[in-house]
């Protein structure tokens, strides 16, 4: 599976990557200085092409952050309802270890007094 993946994915998307990069061969200048843009201090110059991937990795990375913290809420309830659904796993395999072995009446034709009752009030 891994080598079909990686034969129709990666591939394809190296060839694309490389192309991109020999056309964008040229060097820019990144200043990061908004009032002299001819500060060399705050200045990186570098191939294009290196620019417009490390910016689309950076929105990607982003981009990824954002959706992971805006999840929160959603893990969170998730994790509470894994701890209900555990418990009530735990509730039920209690449960049918006393309905396997019940406790025996205390005298013969005398039903044994109810242990609880579920949402519909019935004798368990």
Avoid: Y
Avoid at 39 to 53: E, G, M, R
Avoid at 62 to 74: K, S
Avoid at 87 to 106: G, I, K, M
């Amino acid at each position: 599976m891994r080598k079909i993946v990686n034969t129709v994915v990666i591939v394809p998307l190296a060839l694309v990557l490389l192309a991109f990069a020999l056309a964008n061969r040229r060097f820019v200048t990144l200043s990061f200085n908004p009032f002299d843009t001819s500060d060399a201090a705050l200045a990186l110059t570098l191939p294009l092409f290196i620019v417009i991937i490390a910016s689309a990795m950076l929105g990607v990375l982003a981009g990824g952050l954002a959706v992971w913290f805006g999840q929160r809420r959603h893990r969170k309830a998730a994790r509470r309802l894994e701890a209900e659904a555990a418990q009530a796993r735990t509730e039920l395999a209690e449960l049918r270890r006393n309905l396997a072995f019940p406790a025996p009446s205390p005298r013969p034709g005398v039903a044994p007094l109810a242990i609880a009752q579920d949402k519909q009030h019935a004798t368990l």
